[in-house]
């Protein structure tokens, strides 16, 4: 099984995207070491991620030398109800690539998305957007689209906390075995938890920039982590 990334994807060439496995993370803020856990687990198996970018970090400026990309997350979610004036779309995404020029990709916290937002993403020059969140459950065979204006369209099918809320039980070999376009999303900060509970991410939010402490909330059981670290062996072998 190859392991991709979101800004290869190219609608025109099946073999870009058909028969691969995309592993994305949405840092959502998280601590370095926290974003470091994941890497390490990353790097043991030798597979690539895209990281969704929604702040600047040291490890994030480092991640594309290990063959991982960047893309952004930014958060236009305040935005949606503020009626002052100053920071506005354009002035997220502005930073956002400030830091990262070399992104291509974008995936919106919470996947907050409009016509507005599209616009403004391609005056910056990215190529893929991934905000169309379609679960597996729905038996669809999902496959990347270019839109008119020559973004291309990136849905994904699995969600780390979305897992948990659905209540999976089902083996992750059964979702690898979906025919189409396969593209995961976890939380860096889910994997470190080993989240199976979103009460135990709640709970613990006063302490997500304190890894030393954190680390004693991890979940003992089967969570989130366990659940990467079972795909990454799962699909090495395949």
Known sequence: ?????????NTENINTWENKIFLTFDIDWAHDEVIEDTLDLLSHYKVPGTFFATHDSPV????????????????FNDLINSTSVGENA???LKYLLELFPYAKSIRSHSTTWSGVIQELVLKYGLTHESNTFIPW??????KPWKL???LTRV????????????KETNSLSSILKLPGLRVFDFHPIHVFLNTESLNRYERTRHLHQNPKELIKHRFEGHGTRSKLIEFLEMAHSL
């Open 90 to 92: 354009d002035y997220r």
């Open 137 to 142: 459950q729905s038996n669809m065979s999902l």
């Open 155 to 166: 849905p994904y099918f699995w969600e780390d906390d979305v897992a948990i809320l659905f």
């Open 1 to 9: 099984m190859d392991y991709g990334l979101i800004s290869s994807i």
């Open 60 to 75: 994030l400026r480092n991640v594309i030398k290990d063959k991982h990309e960047l893309g952004i997350h930014p958060n």
């Open 148 to 150: 008119w204006n020559e």
